[in-house]
């Protein structure tokens, strides 16, 4: 291209700037929010993965991520790379295949969690010790089995199962009927900071087919094997729709909260516990691109990774996020 038509080009340019700018300026004038809208960045092939629910990185191991499926699927786990791909045994290869079929072999069906039952997982959790599953799908507000196993660790590369170290039993201190007028006893989101496990629920409409705006936080302070825990309730938020899924950054400074329509980013809150009080920021996504988000994990403290009941996983680094909208 010449001097001579990138100085006729110019006028052009600085026309369609001023156009853009007028049009981002209109929106925002006008409170529309640009949409959190990011491409897939893989997506999950392995079959059995059928109905991914939660996801966690797994600290100390490169690129590993366990996952799991919701409800209705068996007691079991999955580890797979960022990129989707399949992570088995080393000698498991030789009579299975993760993903793509092979001739000889047969599907891997994941790692059985010995002695669980998966009734209706909904997130999952690490800490040093333990891997910890939140069998706390509660739809229709009745269950009165509600519980956290507290799974041992393994390398996916070399145990093919693991097993329940302890079952914790949870109730929540507010329910009284099953189901109660009151449906929002219902939790898709286990977090984990300093040490203890955290709850979000969310709520339904008395007829339980709809969501309804509203969550709460609960913290569970004792892990009694002989008799059920009861929960402490800690905090609520009324803004947030449906919580799906949460997770704490490694630093432990922010908190990812995914729900049926935004991304929530909580800050650290200065005193105590109250998560969902704490400084926020919104940023609403684009439902048709992102879909029924159900699973979120941290990378490292700067990107998140979020998987969909479709099995698209989305890698979104905190620096790329649209302007966030008023909580």
Not at 34 to 51: E, T
Not at 100 to 129: C, H, M, S, T
């Amino acid at each position: 291209m010449t001097i001579a038509s990138v100085t006729a080009r110019q006028p052009l340019l600085r026309v369609s700037l001023l156009t853009t700018a007028l049009l981002i300026g209109t929106a925002a004038a006008q409170g529309t929010p640009v949409l959190l809208a990011p491409k897939p960045y893989a997506r999950v092939i392995s079959a059995p993965i059928n109905a991914l629910s939660g996801i966690v990185k797994v600290p100390g191991r490169e690129n590993t991520y366990w996952v799991h499926n919701g409800s209705p699927d068996s007691a079991r786990i999955f580890a797979i790379t960022a990129e989707g791909k399949s992570i088995l045994p080393t000698y498991s290869k030789f009579t299975s295949y993760g993903d793509e079929p092979e001739q000889g072999k047969e599907q891997w069906q994941g790692f059985p969690v010995l002695d669980a039952k998966n009734v209706d997982w909904e997130d999952i959790a690490i800490d040093r010790n333990y891997l910890y599953i939140a069998d706390m799908g509660n739809v229709g507000n009745a269950r009165r089995d509600l519980g956290i196993y507290l799974v041992s660790k393994i390398d996916p590369t070399a145990s093919t199962r693991t097993a329940v170290i302890q079952y914790l039993q949870v109730v929540y201190p507010d329910q009284s009927g099953f189901p109660g007028v009151e449906r929002r006893f219902d939790s898709e989101s286990l977090f984990i900071s300093n040490d203890t496990l955290y709850l979000i629920t969310s709520h339904r409409q008395s007829s339980g087919s709809t969501y309804e705006r509203g969550a709460n936080l609960y913290r569970l302070d004792t892990r009694d094997t002989d008799k059920p825990n009861v929960l402490t309730k800690v905090d609520s938020n009324l803004a947030i729709l449906a919580a799906a899924g949460a997770s704490l950054s490694p630093d432990g400074h922010t908190l990812a909260v995914i729900s049926d329509e935004a991304l929530w980013l909580f800050d650290k809150p200065v005193q105590g516990d109250h998560w969902l009080s704490a400084s926020s920021k919104r940023y609403p996504f684009d439902q048709s691109a992102m879909k029924k988000l159900a699973a979120v994990t941290w990378i490292d403290n700067d990107t998140l990774l979020m998987g969909n009941r479709q099995r698209d996983l989305f890698k979104v680094a905190l620096a790329d996020l649209p302007a966030p909208v008023k909580p």
